[in-house]
């Protein structure tokens, strides 16, 4: 009897050990969008970058994801890119 009673109670104590930490998981704090509460109207755009190739930042969408467009370093200014792509296939012959 008491080997069954051990195990319910490790049973309950693994199922509520589990569900705290699954609704842990349910709570995300967004990433704040920088320049929140600033008053100016002129903002620096931020720039998430390497040496020479970054992501300027336009905006933010609701859930905290970045918005914005890839940038060149270029003459010590960044520069906007145009992507240009074409399909090719996989295999070549």
């Known amino acids: 009897m008491r080997k069954w009673l051990a195990v319910a109670f490790v049973w309950i104590l693994t199922l509520l050990v589990t569900g705290l930490w699954v609704q842990a998981q349910k709570f995300v704090i967004p990433f704040p969008p920088p320049g929140q509460g600033q008053t ?27 918005i914005g467009r890839i940038v060149v370093h270029q003459e010590g200014k960044w520069i906007d890119v145009t992507l240009s792509g074409r399909v090719r296939p996989l295999t070549t012959n």
Do not use: A, L, M, Y
């Open 40 to 66: 100016n109207n002129v903002e620096i755009p931020q720039i998430i970058s390497g040496s020479d190739i970054g992501f300027r930042v336009d905006g933010w969408s609701k859930d905290g994801t970045p």
